[in-house]
């Protein structure tokens, strides 16, 4: 920082000078001395300010010259009552009144101060340094002999023989003009660092800004609302806002009545949100503000953020190569997966628990063209119907008791630009259902106790292992909204089907996490497996083989371990039941139903849905089949 002392008298040069040796002040900025008297002061003034100073301090005139013809703030060195009194004590004996001439007023009731010393003063103002002579040749019939002034009053009183004793600036009176100055300079830097900020963030924004004052005419215009309008801000600021934008309604706030505070424009073929707010000094209206938001810009933001939150998580782990499809029903899977992931419709997958629908959903985001989004499940049967519909949704705060300060996004918020994923969606609420059917048609959301919709551009998959048909028909699911999931079809075989993917699977387990040194499996404990009915299917398979591996010592799980294993959690491990003996799943299917009911025969024989003649006279064929067979 730096401020600069412009001196019309020698005698403040000095003092100054002084003053400033001593530094009885805390500044760590340049400070100049330069005389200058009048129009040769305001010169030096041009030129410290184009050197960058902060602050003139100058006296009398000179400084009040300077003060309306540069930009930067001036400090004036006052006369004081004490440089009044020491002027007159250099006088001597004073015979008569003393004429004290300005051409401003410096001190004001200069008159009593010379009642209370006993020495009359007469005031003697002048407009400028042309001076009345009139005023001066009466001053002089009056008795006044001696004059007393600042630096140019006594030169223009001498060219004219007069007797003028100059007064002079005190250090005091100098040292509280560069305190001043001080104090003035680091406010000057404080009000820059604000402006400063301000600036930045004002260019910064991704919103477009413009403003404007009482008299319409534009104050702000930032760079983003350059590239959204197409304008310069060089162009714009000083104009009247109605010669730029004709149909703006920013004017309408300097009424103070009513004006649309938000709203939707189309400009050059672009749709803003505009946000108005009038600009107030206390009651007064001094100006107006609006922030203007390009909405395609918020999708682009959203979408990052959308990103960031899928690298934190909502993110699909299996891809197409992950499924597993040694049988014929699940190559035919995996090439419908393949062909569906170039699509946007909604996928209904349907089959029994543990086939692997997930992995299926997954792999489908991942192959498709939304892979680089979110991927958001949700188990429709894990939550209550109120905490469902929040998580679904979204809320605003205050919508319920106990809501999120800030509100919350819904998981259709989380998933825009990729996929969610409904699993068990049989097992939704009716009245969840019509909300997400609206989801489905209009492409948008509206968050509980919200009065306001979110667009959102999200894919739907939902799973189920449930006959939809049939609760359509038993009205516990809407028709509208299952012909809405059921674009797009894919059922997933149970395991008991596609024995040839057993093996396949098994190797998988054993790779995913490795315990014992467990290297292999026999075949004959492959066979054995593919013989169980896996009530559970791929689920129920990893369990087994996650629980032989931890009891087999290795390096190969051995038929007599699987065997035991299967045994103890009550799988049928009969060597007969291989897949080419006629019933044999039938077989497994009756004796797994006998186990699960503890063989209680009348139970089971209801739970299959025949009669307890027919189930005796199944298992009676079997046992003779197995004797002559064996």
């Not at 530094?23 to 340049?30: M, V």
């Not at 004709?246 to 103070?256: A, K, Q, S």
């Not at 699509?343 to 299926?360: F, M, P, Q």
């Not at 993917?501 to 075949?523: A, H, M, R, W, Y």
Request: glycine content about 6%; aromatic content about 6%; some cysteine.
């Amino acid at each position: 920082m730096k401020i600069t002392i412009i001196a019309p008298m020698t005698n403040i040069v000095d003092t100054a000078k002084e003053v400033l040796a001593k530094r009885d002040f805390d500044w760590e900025g340049e400070i100049e001395i330069i005389p200058g008297l009048l129009e040769a002061g305001l010169e030096q003034a041009y030129q410290a300010v184009a050197r960058g100073t902060d602050v003139i301090v100058s006296r009398g005139a000179t400084a009040s010259l300077i003060a309306k013809h540069v930009d930067v703030p001036v400090v004036e060195i006052q006369v004081t009552a004490f440089d009044i009194l020491r002027a007159l004590k250099s006088i001597g004996d004073v015979s008569g009144t003393v004429g004290v001439v300005f051409m401003r007023r410096f001190l004001f009731e200069c008159e009593k101060l010379g009642e209370l010393i006993g020495t009359p003063i007469r005031e003697i103002l002048v407009e400028n340094e042309m001076f009345d002579e009139t005023v001066i040749e009466t001053a002089c019939r009056e008795g006044i002999s001696t004059f007393m002034g600042d630096a140019l009053s006594a030169q223009l009183l001498i060219e004219r023989g007069l007797k003028v004793v100059l007064i002079e600036s005190s250090a005091e009176a100098v040292s509280k003009a560069i305190i001043d100055a001080i104090n003035l300079a680091h406010v000057r830097l404080r009000e820059r660092e604000k402006a400063e900020l301000f600036r930045i963030i004002i260019d910064a924004s991704a919103d477009g800004i413009i403003a404007i004052d009482k008299n319409e005419q534009v104050t702000i215009f930032n760079p983003a609302l350059e590239r959204m309008y197409k304008m310069q801000s060089s162009d714009v600021i000083g104009r009247p806002i109605g010669d730029i934008i004709p149909d703006d309604r920013l004017r309408d706030c300097l009424t103070g009545y009513k004006y649309e505070r938000e709203s939707v424009q189309s400009v050059n073929e672009r749709i803003f949100a505009i946000k108005r707010i009038p600009i107030k000094l206390g009651e007064d209206i001094v100006g107006a503000v609006a922030n203007v938001q390009d909405v395609t810009q918020l999708q682009y933001f959203e979408q990052i953020v959308r990103q960031k939150l899928n690298k934190n998580g909502l993110k699909a782990k299996f891809h197409l190569e992950h499924l597993i499809a040694s049988s014929p029903q699940m190559k035919v899977i995996k090439e419908r997966v393949r062909q569906y992931s170039g699509n946007d419709a909604t996928v209904l997958i349907t089959g029994e628990s543990g086939t692997g629908k997930e992995r299926v959903a997954q792999s489908i985001h991942n192959s498709s063209k939304r892979k680089t989004g979110p991927f958001v499940a949700i188990n429709c049967a894990a939550l209550p119907e109120s905490l469902l519909e929040s998580e679904l949704f979204g809320y605003d705060e205050g919508a319920f008791t106990g809501a999120k300060r800030g509100g919350k996004s819904g998981l259709f918020e989380l998933a825009h630009g990729g996929t969610i994923f409904l699993d068990e969606i049989g097992e939704m609420p009716l009245a969840l259902q019509a909300r997400l059917l609206r989801v489905l048609q209009e492409k948008e959301v509206m968050r509980l106790g919200a009065d306001g919709i979110i667009p959102v551009n999200v894919r739907v998959l939902a799973a189920t292992n449930q006959d939809m048909v049939s609760l359509v028909d038993d009205k516990k699911f809407r028709a509208d909204l299952y012909y809405r999931l059921d674009v797009l079809r894919l059922h997933i075989p149970p395991l008991r089907e596609r024995l040839e993917d057993i093996p396949e699977l098994i190797q998988s387990f054993l790779e995913k996490s490795p315990c014992n040194n467990i290297v292999g499996i026999t075949e004959n404990a492959v066979k054995l497996l593919q013989k169980q009915y896996w009530r559970g299917n791929i689920r129920e398979l990893e369990n087994v083989i996650e629980r032989v591996k931890l009891l087999t010592d290795g390096p190969v799980i051995e038929e007599t371990m699987v065997r035991r294993e299967l045994a103890s959690c009550g799988h049928v491990t009969n060597d007969f039941a291989g897949k080419d003996t006629p019933g044999a799943l039938e077989k497994n299917k009756i004796e797994q139903i006998l186990f699960e009911e503890k063989y209680n025969y009348t139970q089971a024989a209801k739970r299959m849905g025949i009669s307890r003649t027919t189930l005796w006279r199944k298992l009676r064929d079997w046992k003779k089949w197995n004797e002559t067979s064996g």
